[in-house]
């Protein structure tokens, strides 16, 4: 029985290691299509672009879901990071009290700020991960994971930019945050379907269960992540 028990852990290592080597290869090759991507950007274009983008996620948003999820080209990596961009200035912006703004206590904020920025590109980063990680019968790049998921998080984006409307009024607050509510729930319905894609899972009840694992493992996650300052 010790014998066994000693096998198993040996191999359960042995997967881990190759796990965590992948993780690490795939990791090297999105930072550097981050870079290549982002290279000589036409923000007039770009703008064109992710417009397009956002009006066929609205038109076809399952379809289009299942498209990048199947996407090996990975197409729209580079509007997915411009979206996630977005979502990061516009939390930043949003989390600023312009009203009493100082510069003098701006180095005091700066940390805080700063965490604000991350949570975004943690949240896509980490949901990334895990089903990268999890997803064992059709192994998609952890580019075309991160792009999926980012496409998922449209209508918390969305969301997060119509919440600078309080920037000009505070009484609109009772409107944005029931569109934020609404956006939430979308995106993790959207967020399903991106996972039962990935996964290439056509059986509802095998996609749900995959769907269900995922999530808790991200709450854990995210859980721990908080004590950094970080709410993903």
Excluded at 19 to 35: G, I, R, S
Excluded at 133 to 147: A, G, H, R
Excluded at 199 to 214: D, L
């Amino acid at each position: 029985m010790e014998e066994n028990q000693n096998q198993n852990y040996d191999e359960m290592k042995q997967k881990s290691y190759e796990a965590a080597e992948e993780l690490k290869n795939e990791t090297v090759d999105t930072v550097k299509q981050v870079k290549e991507s982002m290279k000589n950007v036409n923000v007039k274009e770009e703008a064109q672009v992710t417009k397009g983008f956002v009006t066929e996620m609205f038109k076809n948003p399952l379809g289009k879901i299942e498209e990048i999820a199947n996407d090996a080209s990975n197409n729209h990596f580079k509007t997915a990071i411009i979206l996630v961009i977005i979502w990061a200035v516009a939390a930043l912006l949003g989390s600023i009290n312009f009203k009493y703004f100082s510069w003098r206590l701006f180095g005091s904020t700066l940390l805080g700020y700063i965490k604000i920025i991350l949570a975004p590109l943690v949240t896509v980063a980490v949901m990334s991960v895990i089903i990268f990680l999890l997803n064992k019968k059709e192994k998609k790049s952890l580019i075309t994971v991160l792009t999926t998921v980012t496409t998922a998080k449209l209508p918390v984006i969305i969301a997060e930019v119509i919440n600078l409307l309080v920037l000009f009024s505070a009484s609109i607050l009772k409107i944005t945050s029931k569109i934020s509510g609404f956006c939430s729930i979308i995106s993790t319905v959207f967020l399903y379907f991106a996972i039962r894609d990935l996964y290439g899972e056509k059986e509802e009840k095998v996609a749900f269960k995959n769907f269900v694992i995922v999530e808790a493992i991200y709450i854990v996650v995210s859980f721990v992540i908080s004590y950094l300052g970080i709410y993903i």
